[in-house]
């Protein structure tokens, strides 16, 4: 890591972007808005579709084989969700930021990173384009499709309410917090001799939450997700606990939002020193 003074970098040189209005209607006027509303809405539906048929195939293969080690399992499937985080994020981040999941978009809402239109609009998009990309697993796999419940996201037997709103917070907070972390400005310029590719350690932390939370939830961690695939399902049993699939990621996202922005970059005593400094004037 590179220290103060090092590679050009000195942290007294660093301002931090400004942030972002909270109602900024000059968006609405901007093609770049709308073209990153249609790149949200085409990355969403192509995670979908992809990760969603690479669960309904992997249920398929483990139903009709006696083989104990038949279909991708546990692995592949948090390896299908990592690996398409990371190409999408890869693909989208210069144009719509790469945010893909409500729970990242809210994050970086409450951070001032996007306005309050933004992130509606974004919200909007994703979800569209969730339900799109299930309807597209469906619509060529309707067998399968409907055997296997849909890739839906459901509440495991022998686990409680709490435990998967737990597994829900946690994940999303990691998950948004490497979002943080991955993509903080400061960190770039203090760091821009180190190739980093911020896509990568995203798509990981999907990838291990996905590894650790399968089994309790089928791993949400994205309320577009969760709600693409119970749209397109439309069974009571996908409905009954979906709250979990909202209420989580968004208190996750905004647990990881106050951590970055007020703990480790100092938001609080910035804030508040501005405060100070302004009262003795």
Partial sequence: ??????????????????????????????????????????????????????????????????DSCAGVGILGIAW????????????????????????????????????????????????????????????????YYNRYEGGTNTLSDGYSTGTGLGAEIIGTFLLVYTVFSATDPKRKARDSHVPVLAPLPIGFAVFMVHLATIPVTGTGINPARSFGAAVIYNNK?????????????????????????FILRAGAAKALGSFRSQTHV
């Fill in 80 to 143: 299908a969700f990592g690996g398409m985080i990371f190409i999408l994020v890869y693909c989208t981040a210069g144009i719509s930021g790469g945010h893909i999941n409500p729970a990242v978009t809210f994050g970086l809402f409450l951070a001032r990173k996007v306005s309050l239109i933004r992130a509606i609009a974004y919200m909007v998009a994703q979800c569209l384009g969730a339900i799109c990309g299930v309807g597209l697993v469906k619509a060529f796999q309707k067998s």
């Fill in 1 to 66: 890591m590179a220290k103060e003074g090092e590679h050009g970098f000195h942290a007294k040189d660093y301002v931090d972007p400004p942030p972002a209005p909270l109602i900024d209607a000059a968006e609405l006027k901007k093609w770049s808005f709308y073209r990153a509303l249609i790149a949200e809405f085409i990355a969403t539906m192509l995670f979908l579709y992809i990760t969603i048929l690479t669960v309904i195939g992997n249920k398929s293969q483990v139903g009709t084989s006696n």
């Fill in 237 to 261: 049993k996908a409905w009954d606990d979906h709250w979990i699939f909202w209420v989580g990621p968004m208190i996750g996202a905004a647990i990881a939002a106050f951590y970055h922005q």
